[in-house]
């Protein structure tokens, strides 16, 4: 068996706001596999708070940048060990300069591989973790092209976001401002129901029924009831078919519709740090 250790229960109470025994028996039921203690915790009844959760403990900066044109932007996180670092001008500013390097490059390698300040970035960082006295790493990586593309990065660097519209339209830039900040408050898993990958979805239905049974629903009457709470799983989870937070009145696809009848949001990328 397993040993559980207080401190993975802990991240298991933070990460999903159930109570630290569910959250133990949860992990000895599952051997210490956290995202299955997740799982575990949903098919017992229990409201958990984060259905994903960027567990990701490294400290740093999310910085997105987009291009003159507005066609093409990129997303990098700078990776650091404490808050104190992440924090300090230098080192934001340094994020800074190799997200306006990554808007060239099309993946991590290609940026690790670029040059800055007469050295490639892969040695900067290097350098830098000699200079700062902590790992300093490329952790996020992510590239939108499309038609317009806008960004958001949230108070402290800690989340940015990209969101690709099909049309340059009058409004493109404020419409996609705002569906980047959705994309970094909701933390959607998919763009739209076509996004969801098939095992997510069979996971999903598995935790409606067995939840269902749970509260005494007759067998036959599972499958409907099931498919009713998919739906809503993906209203919930993807993107376009979000509640807007700024109206929750319309759809996210529907208050991008306001800004042009023929607009929709065709990519979105999000980076998050702790």
Known sequence: MAKITAAEVNQLRKTTGA????????LVESEGDFDKAIEILRKKGQKVAAKRADRDSSEGAAIAKV???????????????????????SFVALANAM????????????????????MSVQDKLVEQTGVIGEKIEIGGFARVESAFVGSYIHAGNKIATLVGLSKNVE?????????????????????????VDQSTIDKEIEIAKDQLRAEGKPEAMLDNIAKGKIKRFFKDNTLVNQDYIKDSKVSVANYVKSID???TVVDFKRVALG
């Open 19 to 26: 109570g630290m025994m569910d959250c133990k028996k949860a």
């Open 261 to 263: 009848a023929e607009l």
């Open 171 to 195: 409004g493109a830039q404020e419409c996609a401002k705002n569906v980047a900040m959705q994309a970094a408050a909701m933390n959607p898993i998919a763009l739209n129901e076509d996004g």
């Open 67 to 89: 291009n003159a044109d507005a066609n093409a932007g990129v997303i990098i996180s700078l990776n650091c060990e404490t808050d104190f670092v992440a924090k300090n001008e």
């Open 99 to 118: 997200a306006e390097l990554a808007l060239n490059c099309g993946s991590k390698e290609e940026l690790l591989s670029a040059s800055i300040n007469g």
